[in-house]
């Protein structure tokens, strides 16, 4: 099973070191940070870089719960694994499918590419192709689109790196 875990904004990469290192791998399958990349411009040229996609999460995988809490309560500056209050739930297959179809085994969402003719956004490479419904926003300038995703129990705006080539 897959389950979200809070952690402080900006520790994310603290903390799935310490599980790693912590928590054997009978307990822990994998833990890990979704990310994705996204352009910037810097010295006159654009360079690929990567943000975290879901700030103050990392993920885990395993299929005993009982043995995670008990390793996951030893670990500093670890909020809380996500539920309903009552008792842990792991990730819906919508969640686990949207993170392996856009994040793979890698577990970072690549660039995507497009262009715009009428108002239209369309896409033609990279893992938006075919889902441009769900893009909000897209903003040119920064090279990225802001996506409407249910996750953790919500509808959240997710940013993800998107070029737009041309505009017809």
């Not at 996951?72 to 809380?80: D, N, S, T, Y």
């Not at 441009?132 to 903003?139: A, K, N, S, T």
Request: charged share 30%; glycine share 6%; proline share 2%.
């Amino acid at each position: 099973m897959w389950y979200a875990v809070q952690v402080r904004t900006g520790e994310e990469e603290k903390i799935k070191f310490i599980c790693n290192k912590l928590i054997s791998n009978d307990v822990l399958k994998e833990c890990f940070i979704s990310y994705y990349e996204k352009k910037i411009k810097y010295m006159g040229k654009w360079h690929t870089t990567t943000e975290i996609l879901f700030p103050g999460y990392i993920f885990m995988v395993s299929d005993h719960i009982d043995d995670l809490l008990l390793n996951v309560k030893k670990i500093p500056k670890l909020i809380k694994i996500l539920g309903n209050g009552n008792e842990i739930i792991p990730l819906y297959d919508r969640e686990i499918e949207f993170l392996m179809m856009f994040g793979k085994e890698e577990h970072l969402v690549k660039m995507s590419y497009g262009y715009i003719e009428n108002d239209k956004i369309i896409i033609t490479d990279g893992p938006m192709k075919d889902y441009e419904g769900i893009i909000r926003r897209i903003d040119r300038h920064k090279r990225k689109a802001v996506i409407e995703i249910e996750f953790f129990g919500r509808i959240m705006d997710v940013s993800v790196g998107l070029e737009i080539v041309k505009k017809i």
